[in-house]
């Protein structure tokens, strides 16, 4: 039987670049491959037969990197955020190693070296400086890149994430949620499953039928062993959490109704974070925020893209 949700992959590769940016996949070590979406006037041939080349950056339009959450690759996060942004910004969105096409025969499972994957394959591509704007998962793996690399970074954008899964907040979260453990949560196996995340996930109780459930399970929830390890490797121990100071200036921009990582946490992070951190909510929207309400988020986004001073290094 055909996957509903595969056969569409042809027309979004084309509507993605319509929107401007394309796929691309760069080898980051021997053994790892990361896959990005590149702006399409970073690609080109050299003959016409050729494979596309990458060439440096666009030099008037300032880099905005966006990094998917737990539960979909890039395209399928940011969907919604593209089109919008690629007319005055040079857009970049990975797939984290195991998903999309990024994978790696290394047994590191941690966001740092998520993180270091995302720089060196940035760097390759002529990425010096960017914005990152990070969902969830995507989101501690934009604050590890800012504390390894704060030259890269300009500033962030952060929705629905933390600094780090302590195994207090872990045990917290899933307690309130009624899941035993975060792969049963965030690594379903069933249309049930997958049903009971979505239903934490979004403020309003969104329908579909089971058959696209089945079809988005098989093709959004592959490389499930090493997906798996991706989780045992988030949990930090309380005692082992440092906070950084993070010099570039930090918006955490969240759904007021998320149930995963409540506004009481962004809230607290705000405090914690400094003076450089702001904080702003976004009502009738849970921790899919960017999904629920995408017209919202993205003028907020672009707002505060908008603010960043383009001379200052630390903006």
């Given amino acids: 039987m055909v996957n509903l949700v ?35 006037e970073t690609l080109r041939k050299t003959t016409k037969n050729s494979k596309p080349t990458t060439i440096t950056p666009n030099p008037n339009k300032p880099v905005v990197v966006i990094v998917h959450g ?3 690759e890039g395209i399928a996060t940011w969907q919604f955020q593209i089109g919008p942004l690629t007319k005055k910004y040079s857009v970049y969105v990975p797939d984290l ?3 999309g096409g990024s994978v790696s025969n290394s047994p590191d499972r941690s ?9 060196k394959g940035l760097r390759k591509l002529g990425v010096d400086r960017s914005v990152v704007v990070g969902f969830s998962y995507g989101g501690m793996v934009a604050f590890k890149m800012a504390e390894l690399y704060p030259e890269m970074i300009r500033a962030m954008v952060i929705s629905g994430s933390i600094l780090a899964m302590t195994d207090s907040i872990s045990e917290q979260t899933l307690k309130g ?9 965030l690594l379903p196996d069933s249309v049930k499953g997958l049903k009971a995340l979505l239903s934490v996930a979004t403020h309003k109780k969104l329908w579909f039928p089971d058959r696209l459930h089945k079809d988005y399970l098989e093709v959004m929830f592959n490389n499930r062993k090493e997906r798996g390890e991706l989780l045992e490797g988030l949990i930090v121990i309380n005692k082992d959490t440092i906070i950084p100071e993070f010099p570039q200036r930090i918006h955490l921009l969240w759904g007021e109704n998320d149930q995963i990582f409540k506004m009481e946490l962004a809230q607290n992070m705000n405090w914690q974070l400094g ?3 702001s904080v702003e909510g976004i009502s009738k929207a849970g921790h899919l ?3 629920e309400r995408p017209c919202v988020y993205t003028r907020c986004l672009k707002k505060f893209l908008a603010s960043l001073p383009v001379d200052d290094p630390q903006s």
């Fill in 6 to 40: 595969a056969i569409q992959q042809p027309l979004i590769i084309l509507l993605m670049k319509m929107a401007g940016v394309q796929t691309h996949t760069i080898e980051i070590d021997p053994g790892t491959f990361m896959n990005f979406w590149l702006p399409n």
């Fill in 97 to 99: 190693i195991f998903f």
């Fill in 70 to 72: 737990f539960a979909a």
């Fill in 289 to 291: 925020v960017h999904i």
């Fill in 177 to 185: 949620l009624g899941f035993s453990s975060s792969l049963e949560l």
């Fill in 275 to 277: 003076e450089n951190t």
């Fill in 111 to 119: 966001p740092r070296f998520q993180a270091e994957c995302l720089v």
